[in-house]
């Protein structure tokens, strides 16, 4: 089993900043690709950014050059670092980690979500 455990959500005005953290524990021997999600109220998750085992980050063009994300492989810990905020980035964001079992066998676990409120 593989638990994660978010922080750093919250509320902050247009143009601040955040950062969150998401740290995975457990069965997570080979843990491959980490990144973030968010959900708005009605709308669909959507893919915030993510990162490879190697460093190679993707982000989703509406948060490029405000975004970053970063990995510590060393802690099992991703970080999304949100500068610039603006009231649509107000979301539930939700970090993931894919763990690699075997060659045919991984899993997608995801975090319970913290919230994030911009507004003024």
């Known amino acids: 089993q593989v638990q994660l455990a978010e922080s750093g959500g919250g509320l902050v005005q247009p143009g601040g900043s955040l950062r969150l953290s998401c740290a995975a524990s457990?069965?997570?021997?080979?843990?491959?690709?980490m990144g973030w999600y968010r959900q708005a109220p009605g709308k669909q998750r959507e893919l915030v950014a993510e990162?490879?085992?190697?460093?190679?980050?993707r982000y989703a063009d509406s948060v490029k050059d405000r975004f970053t994300v970063s990995r510590d492989n060393a802690k099992n810990t991703v970080y999304l670092q949100l500068n610039l905020l603006k009231p649509e980035d107000t979301a539930v964001y939700y970090c993931?980690?894919?763990?690699?079992?075997?060659?045919?066998?991984?899993?997608?676990?995801w975090g319970q979500g913290t919230q994030v409120t911009v507004s003024s």
């Open positions: 993931n980690v894919d763990v690699v079992y075997s060659d045919i066998l991984s899993e997608r676990y």
């Open positions: 990162i490879t085992i190697g460093g190679q980050p």
């Open positions: 457990g069965n997570i021997a080979n843990i491959a690709d």
